[in-house]
């Protein structure tokens, strides 16, 4: 089951045909495709979003070919779809409208690892999982850590301000960016930001573009803080009764005052897909909390985490990964759950929300009344320290999916109800742009459609996405 992209207006055939004789003539053959396998290969991304097959894909090698690539896209009056690695789940860098998709995974060099000043510059093709091995062999350390981190990209990254685990302790992908180089519509190079730890000269225009989705430029080089890589680490499993059990024992970590870099929460659906990919968990538990701990000195934080949750009404047991393989074998399978769901039925959608902690425990009860009414299968697992939580929708019959959707559109309203956001990390794409309105009011929207025209007058880049369509625009 998928979901169907926003219309965009068409673009005509003959300014189509006016753009791949413009990019082949500037970029030469090998870096312009119009095989029918490579436009069929760039027309989706990770997300259930049915995508249209573009008319041309460019695979980019520096930021002179983005620059001229979105020129030629100006100048014809052609849609652009920028992406790289396609792991995201909200169908940003699916391909609506058809046109060029500019593809960036060629620009993936890491151009240096600053010890001294704790600064990284790289390009936006680079996978996040290479850039984190390669400053930890200089004992350093980039925290953000989406599950993809072994085929995202970090230019991916910074559009969605993509977050992860550690993100309780640590933040996301937006507090490490100080600086980057953007390219807009007509082909004009910025160099936005700074190298040093502080800065307050202008707008802060770093921060506008992190998470914009591709909506407002592209990215050819990224500065990203690094910080020390910690000295030791250490990773807890606690198992619970209930799940109300496991998000009490989250704000009993909390109250007393530590700070894992992650606190991981599974429901019992999720757990059961844990213990089926061979994670050794008890099985008479129905919730469990992962849990990790990193810094300096840190057995007394062990500790006392271990004696806070263990003395809990409703805690199973509490232990300690006895190695590094243990620690391993328990990450993996985290972060390969939602691979694992996708095996438990036929069709699968992930929703991606945050409330205040302290509502964990009553999102999950109004999810389960809801979902309760309508029959729907769901279960959910998250970053409970941070109260983000992913919560999916499985179903096997298409007949299923008029009450999926009910229970979805109810998840968004009590979110929001609860204090919280519609989502923490995958952004709003195209999957999410219809509940834009229940978090921001219509004066907010149409600031941010302004800011949007400021960058992007003629709507090219990236139509479709974030914003609930309105008449016949773009974007």
Same mark, same amino acid.
């Given at each position: 089951?998928?979901?169907?992209?926003?219309?965009?207006?068409?673009?005509?055939?003959?300014?189509?045909?006016?753009?791949?004789?413009?990019?082949?003539?500037?970029?030469?053959?090998?870096?312009?495709s119009?095989?029918?396998?490579?436009?069929?290969?760039?027309?989706?991304?990770?997300?259930?979003?049915?995508?249209?097959?573009?008319?041309?894909?460019?695979?980019?090698?520096?930021?002179?070919?983005?620059?001229?690539?979105? &020129?030629?896209?100006?100048?014809?009056?052609?849609?652009?779809?920028?992406?790289?690695?396609?792991?995201?789940?909200?169908?940003?860098?699916?391909?609506?409208?058809?046109?060029?998709?500019?593809v960036?995974?060629?620009?993936?060099?890491?151009?240096?690892?600053?010890?001294?000043?704790? *600064?990284?510059?790289?390009?936006?093709?680079?996978?996040?999982?290479?850039?984190?091995?390669?400053?930890?062999a200089?004992?350093?350390?980039? =925290? =953000?850590?989406?599950?993809?981190?072994?085929?995202?990209?970090?230019?991916?990254?910074?559009?969605?301000?993509?977050?992860?685990p /550690?993100?309780?302790?640590?933040?996301?992908?937006?507090?490490?960016?100080?600086?980057?180089?953007?390219?807009?519509?007509?082909?004009?190079e910025?160099?936005?930001? &700074?190298?040093?730890?502080?800065?307050?000269?202008?707008?802060?225009?770093?921060?506008?573009?992190?998470?914009?989705?591709?909506?407002?430029?592209?990215?050819?080089?990224?500065?990203?803080?690094?910080? =020390?890589?910690?000295?030791? #680490?250490?990773?807890?499993?606690?198992?619970?009764d209930?799940? /109300?059990?496991?998000?009490a024992?989250?704000?009993?970590?909390v109250?007393?005052?530590?700070? =894992?870099?992650?606190?991981?929460? *599974?429901?019992?659906?999720?757990?059961?897909?844990v213990?089926?990919?061979?994670?050794?968990?008890?099985?008479?538990?129905?919730?469990?909390?992962?849990?990790?701990?990193?810094?300096?000195?840190?057995?007394?934080?062990?500790?006392?985490?271990?004696?806070?949750?263990?003395?809990?009404?409703?805690?199973?047991?509490?232990l300690?990964?006895?190695?590094?393989?243990?620690r391993?074998?328990?990450?993996?399978?985290? &972060?390969?759950?939602?691979?694992?769901?996708?095996?438990?039925?036929?069709?699968?959608?992930?929703?991606?929300?945050?409330?205040?902690?302290?509502?964990?425990?009553?999102?999950?009860?109004?999810?389960?009344?809801?979902?309760g009414? *309508?029959?729907?299968?769901? #279960?959910?697992?998250?970053?409970?320290?941070?109260?983000?939580?992913?919560?999916?929708?499985?179903?096997?019959?298409?007949?299923?999916?008029?009450?999926?959707?009910k229970?979805?559109?109810?998840?968004?309203?009590?979110?929001?109800?609860?204090?919280?956001t519609?989502?923490?990390?995958?952004?709003?794409?195209?999957?999410?742009?219809?509940?834009?309105?229940?978090?921001?009011?219509?004066? #907010?929207?149409?600031l941010?459609? /302004?800011?949007?025209?400021?960058?992007?007058?003629?709507g090219?880049?990236?139509?479709?996405?974030?914003?609930?369509?309105?008449?016949?625009?773009?974007?």
């Amino acid at each position: 089951m998928v979901l169907q992209a926003p219309t965009v207006p068409e673009i005509a055939k003959s300014a189509v045909a006016r753009a791949i004789i413009d990019l082949n003539a500037a970029l030469g053959g090998s870096k312009v495709s119009v095989e029918p396998e490579t436009l069929a290969q760039f027309a989706n991304d990770d997300s259930d979003v049915l995508g249209r097959m573009p008319d041309v894909v460019v695979i980019a090698e520096s930021a002179r070919d983005i620059a001229t690539t979105l &020129r030629v896209a100006q100048q014809t009056g052609v849609y652009v779809t920028p992406r790289a690695a396609g792991t995201g789940r909200t169908g940003g860098a699916t391909c609506v409208g058809g046109g060029i998709v500019l593809v960036t995974t060629g620009l993936a060099s890491i151009k240096s690892i600053d010890r001294r000043n704790l *600064l990284a510059t790289v390009q936006p093709g680079v996978i996040l999982a290479d850039l984190q091995r390669a400053v930890e062999a200089e004992g350093l350390f980039y =925290p =953000p850590d989406p599950s993809s981190l072994d085929t995202c990209t970090l230019g991916g990254n910074v559009a969605e301000n993509a977050g992860g685990p /550690r993100a309780f302790k640590y933040g996301v992908t937006g507090d490490y960016v100080l600086g980057l180089d953007a390219i807009v519509m007509d082909g004009t190079e910025l160099s936005i930001g &700074r190298k040093t730890p502080k800065g307050v000269t202008g707008y802060d225009m770093t921060s506008l573009l992190v998470g914009s989705e591709g909506t407002l430029a592209a990215f050819s080089e990224l500065t990203l803080r690094l910080l =020390p890589k910690p000295d030791e #680490l250490e990773t807890v499993v606690a198992t619970f009764d209930s799940v /109300r059990d496991a998000a009490a024992g989250v704000a009993s970590i909390v109250a007393a005052g530590l700070t =894992p870099r992650c606190i991981e929460l *599974l429901d019992d659906q999720a757990l059961a897909c844990v213990r089926r990919d061979g994670a050794a968990i008890d099985a008479r538990a129905r919730a469990m909390l992962l849990i990790e701990i990193d810094g300096s000195n840190i057995s007394p934080v062990v500790e006392r985490i271990g004696n806070a949750l263990s003395s809990m009404s409703g805690c199973r047991e509490v232990l300690t990964a006895k190695d590094e393989a243990e620690r391993e074998r328990l990450w993996s399978a985290r &972060r390969q759950l939602s691979r694992s769901i996708r095996k438990t039925a036929k069709h699968k959608l992930s929703e991606d929300v945050v409330v205040p902690r302290t509502e964990i425990v009553h999102l999950l009860e109004k999810v389960e009344a809801a979902c309760g009414a *309508l029959s729907v299968r769901h #279960l959910a697992y998250g970053h409970a320290g941070d109260g983000n939580l992913h919560v999916n929708f499985l179903w096997d019959d298409d007949s299923e999916r008029p009450n999926v959707d009910k229970a979805i559109d109810q998840l968004m309203r009590d979110a929001i109800a609860l204090g919280g956001t519609l989502s923490g990390e995958h952004g709003i794409g195209v999957s999410k742009a219809q509940y834009l309105p229940l978090e921001q009011s219509d004066a #907010l929207i149409a600031l941010q459609r /302004r800011v949007k025209d400021a960058f992007d007058p003629r709507g090219l880049l990236n139509p479709g996405k974030i914003f609930p369509r309105v008449g016949h625009t773009g974007c």
